[in-house]
Each structure stands twice: as C-alpha cells, then as structure tokens.
C-alpha cells in the first residue's frame, strides 16, 4: 500500500466557489496496492470521492495545495477496509 501525491488535475474552481480560479491546480491523494511485481492491483483517487469544496484550504488560491493532505492510511484487518486520516477537511474516512 502506498499514498501518492498527484499534482497534475486542473480544476475550474470558478464554477465551484465565489472568486475561484480557473485553472487551480489541488494536490489530490492516490492510494495504491502494488502486488510484488509492482503492478496496481487497486487504486484509490481523492478527487472521485471528497469534493474539493470539503477543504479548509483558501479554495480560490491557484494552487490549492494538499487538498485533502492524508495524515495516516491504515488497514482494518478485521474487516479488510482501509481508514484515512485527512486533515484539511477533519474527517476520518473508511474505504470499502
């Protein structure tokens, strides 16, 4: 399992919030299982599930930065899913 920092979305965020930028760049998180012979064998990508509009980061900024900035991925080994600590939007995330 490995946490990724992907850089390269652009997003409208003038369509999302008052004085957005059109072009804002927001670091979004990937999670990914790798098998031993390092092949993705699932993915998870921060910007399909938690809108971007659930950060307390300045939303209107042109680099958004860490939108969501992942503190900790862990695995529930009792029921297989994995739990994330984000601390731009204060929430506890399970991943079924």
Known sequence: MILIYDTTPVVDMSQLVPGGYPAARPNQSIIQEVDVDNNVVWQWR?????????????????????????????????????????RNTSEVIKIS
């Open 46 to 86: 921060s910007l399909d599930h938690i809108p971007i509009t659930d950060s307390y980061q300045d939303l209107t900024a042109p680099n958004i930065g860490d939108y969501i900035h992942v503190n900790s991925v862990w695995l529930d080994e009792l029921d297989g899913n994995i739990i994330l600590s984000c």
